[in-house]
């Protein structure tokens, strides 16, 4: 039933910016996390960056520390993720995933792909000159 869709990839120039946009539908119950994670062929699945609608308490990648910045819409259901200083290495195909959540210390936002349930068709991002 949940449904999420990725925009904004595109080829940009190496310090140049991105935003990539993530709407769901069908997450309207209870608290949830939404993320961002990426790949690159051979390479394993990277978590980026994600952020609960319980404390808009975030989780980034130390790859992207800096330079990118999540953000959550809850009235539109949307979460964005700025992308500044892009490198080559940031070249990827980004998708977004989301999972419930409670309002627990026992459950902290964390990027870790297999709590993440639901994922959309992603969008590719490239870095180069």
């Known amino acids: 039933e949940v449904r999420l869709v990725e925009s904004g990839g595109g080829l940009v120039q190496p310090g140049g910016s991105l935003r990539l946009s993530c709407t769901a539908s069908g997450l309207a119950f209870g608290e949830y996390v939404v993320g961002w994670f990426r790949q690159v062929p051979g390479k394993e699945r990277e978590g980026v960056s994600c952020?609960?609608?319980?404390?808009?308490?975030?989780d980034y990648a130390d790859s992207v520390k800096g330079r990118f910045t999540i953000s959550l819409d809850n009235a539109k259901k949307t979460v964005y993720l700025q992308m500044n200083s892009l490198k080559p290495e940031d070249t990827a195909i980004y998708y977004c995933?989301?999972?419930?959540?409670?309002?627990?210390?026992?459950?902290?936002?964390?990027?870790?792909?297999?709590?993440?349930?639901?994922w959309g068709q992603g969008t590719q991002v490239s870095v180069s000159s």
């Open positions: 952020i609960s609608s319980v404390d808009d308490s975030t």
């Open positions: 995933a989301a999972h419930y959540t409670v309002a627990s210390t026992l459950f902290p936002v964390e990027l870790e792909s297999y709590k993440f349930r639901y």
